[in-house]
């Protein structure tokens, strides 16, 4: 099952339009600066996960790919 969401999720980045994907990528990055601020580093660590899903604000397609 994990397995699977993985590959819907990238599958579904990949098809994600320019300004919806920086949209997500600054909310992540809003999450990333909270999670910094919780005393329970799990918060850092599963932000940090899906920050590297996702990529940081500014990143292209181009360079998402190179991680995948």
């Given at each position: ?51 590297m899903l996702i ?14």
């Amino acid at each position: 099952m994990n397995k699977w969401l993985l590959t819907v999720l990238t599958k579904i980045i990949a098809m994600a339009s320019p300004e919806i994907l920086e949209g997500v990528r600054k909310l992540v990055q809003e999450m990333v600066d909270r999670a910094a601020a919780t005393p329970n580093p799990w918060d850092d660590i599963f932000i940090g996960l899906l920050q590297m899903l996702i990529g940081k604000p500014g990143d292209s397609k181009e360079q998402m790919n190179d991680y995948r």
